[in-house]
């Protein structure tokens, strides 16, 4: 018996209905796996991003520390180069100090030997050209103390040319550090 037109739409049409509804359904499975597609591999990238700020800070750290122990060491070494400084001043202050008893003792010396002509004139040179030879001696060892207090003072001088560079290497580092800082915070996703 052959069927009527009315029946055969009547039947296609939930197959049709399952069809669209299926088809629907895979086409919305297809979305969302793209979707979450995209969402790992958004996720990736940040966890990549997140391990490059991380390496980054570390380098950063110890940059820094590197940096802050250069920069004790060079304060160490001003301090005591200023203390070998301070150290050479004094011992050329004792220098001529002795060099000025020396001087008042020659004066006396030589007026004491104008006042004993008894003492032979021999003895008198000897010992004026004794004095003279330490006075030399004490003037060359003055001379020296002054070159090496200068060449002191250039050293420090040198040095806190050395410091104040580390100093602005380090505030820039600080600023770089906290420009990354602030490019990784707004990095971040936002939550919805």
Same mark, same amino acid.
């Given at each position: 018996?052959?069927?009527?037109?009315?029946?055969?739409?009547?039947?296609?049409?939930?197959?049709?209905?399952?069809?669209?509804?299926?088809?629907?359904?895979?086409?919305?499975?297809?979305?969302?796996?793209?979707?979450?597609?995209?969402?790992?591999?958004?996720?990736? =990238?940040?966890?990549?991003?997140?391990?490059?700020?991380?390496?980054?800070?570390?380098?950063?750290?110890?940059?820094?520390?590197?940096?802050?122990?250069?920069?004790?060491?060079?304060?160490?070494?001003?301090?005591?180069?200023?203390?070998?400084?301070?150290?050479?001043?004094?011992?050329?202050?004792?220098?001529?100090?002795?060099?000025?008893?020396?001087?008042?003792?020659?004066?006396?010396?030589?007026?004491?030997?104008?006042? #004993?002509?008894?003492?032979?004139?021999?003895?008198?040179?000897?010992?004026?050209?004794?004095?003279?030879?330490?006075?030399?001696?004490?003037? =060359?060892? =003055?001379?020296?103390?002054?070159?090496?207090?200068?060449?002191?003072?250039?050293?420090?001088?040198?040095?806190? #040319?050395?410091?104040?560079?580390?100093?602005?290497?380090?505030?820039?580092?600080?600023?770089?550090?906290?420009?990354?800082?602030?490019?990784?915070?707004?990095?971040?996703?936002?939550?919805?």
């Amino acid at each position: 018996m052959a069927r009527s037109p009315e029946k055969e739409v009547s039947t296609n049409e939930p197959t049709d209905h399952l069809k669209l509804k299926l088809s629907a359904s895979l086409n919305a499975c297809r979305l969302l796996q793209e979707h979450v597609f995209d969402l790992e591999s958004r996720l990736k =990238k940040i966890n990549a991003q997140i391990e490059l700020s991380k390496a980054e800070a570390k380098l950063n750290a110890k940059a820094l520390a590197k940096c802050m122990e250069e920069k004790e060491e060079m304060l160490g070494f001003c301090k005591r180069l200023s203390s070998l400084c301070s150290d050479l001043e004094r011992e050329c202050s004792s220098y001529e100090n002795d060099l000025r008893r020396h001087m008042e003792a020659l004066v006396e010396n030589r007026r004491e030997n104008e006042e #004993l002509s008894t003492i032979s004139q021999q003895e008198h040179q000897s010992e004026e050209a004794k004095l003279i030879a330490e006075i030399k001696a004490m003037e =060359k060892d =003055k001379e020296r103390l002054l070159t090496k207090i200068i060449q002191s003072e250039h050293e420090i001088t040198l040095l806190s #040319l050395g410091n104040k560079r580390l100093q602005e290497k380090n505030t820039n580092f600080l600023l770089i550090k906290q420009s990354h800082q602030v490019e990784s915070t707004s990095s971040q996703p936002t939550k919805t």
